[in-house]
């Protein structure tokens, strides 16, 4: 059964340094999303993306993150300077469609922790 | 302000035991969904509703749109089945490309 899957599982690093967490949705699947969930907290939205561009991003999605669908295949979310807050876990999904009635399939997650 | 309220909080059961998890919400939806949360962190979908009921194996969830509240219950509940599980909805305001509100779980442990 096709799945989305991310790399690296876990990612440490410096306060200051960018990360790029990676994804690669499901191959017939045209919209992308990424969320976060900080430890303890409830799952928040990020960003959206369908044909190359943002279609929706949430107050969390400031000039620091960025996202890119390089290659056909992959699915990446950049932030530039990592704070210590942006210690969470990463999740990308991906849909076939758009809109309310399109079931997002969920990745396993990035654990992204910032000394 | 909390858009999905999710209750219980932490739930712990008897193996065998019927359980219902419940999920209220304050804004209009398009879509309902309930989702598993393993304990490694892993997100699976399980249902996604607009209306009435949906069943897979032991697992029920059901929906009232009037009432804005959905349930979702584990018949012959099962250790396997100690899980977070997440009510996440697609509120009708926001844009087209099917981001999700989430609640903030229910743990549920189930005790063989």
């Known amino acids: 059964e096709p799945e989305v899957t991310q790399t690296p599982s876990h990612q440490v690093t410096q306060m200051g340094q960018e990360v790029i967490l990676r994804c690669v949705p499901i191959?017939?699947?045209?919209?992308f999303y990424w969320y976060r969930q900080i430890l303890g907290q409830k799952v928040e939205f990020l960003v959206s993306?369908?044909?190359?561009?943002?279609?929706?991003k949430s107050e969390i999605f400031d000039d620091q993150f960025s996202v890119e669908r390089p290659d056909g295949s992959n699915f990446t979310l950049k932030i530039r300077s990592t704070k210590l807050e942006d210690s969470a876990m990463y999740f990308c999904?991906?849909?076939?469609?758009?809109?309310?009635?399109?079931?997002?399939?969920f990745g396993p997650g990035t654990r992204l922790t910032v000394l | 302000k909390n858009e999905v309220e999710q209750s219980p909080q932490n739930l712990t059961a008897q193996e065998g035991e019927f359980i219902t998890i419940n999920c209220s919400y304050s804004?209009?939806?398009?879509?309902l969904h309930w989702l598993q949360q393993h304990p490694g962190g892993g997100i699976v979908s399980l249902f996604m509703?607009?209306?009435g009921k949906k069943k897979h194996g032991r697992l029920i969830a059901t929906i009232n749109i009037q009432e804005k509240h959905s349930s979702l219950h584990i018949t012959a509940s099962h250790p396997r089945d100690s899980a977070v599980y997440i009510c996440?909805?697609?509120?009708?305001?926001?844009?087209?490309?099917?981001?999700?509100?989430f609640g903030k779980g229910t743990k549920l442990s189930v005790k063989p």
């Open positions: 191959s017939n699947h045209l919209y």
């Open positions: 804004v209009g939806i398009s879509a």
């Open positions: 993306f369908y044909n190359n561009e943002i279609s929706e």
């Open positions: 999904a991906s849909s076939e469609g758009a809109g309310a009635l399109r079931e997002q399939f």
């Open positions: 509703l607009s209306s």
């Open positions: 996440a909805v697609r509120s009708i305001y926001g844009g087209s490309q099917g981001n999700l509100i």
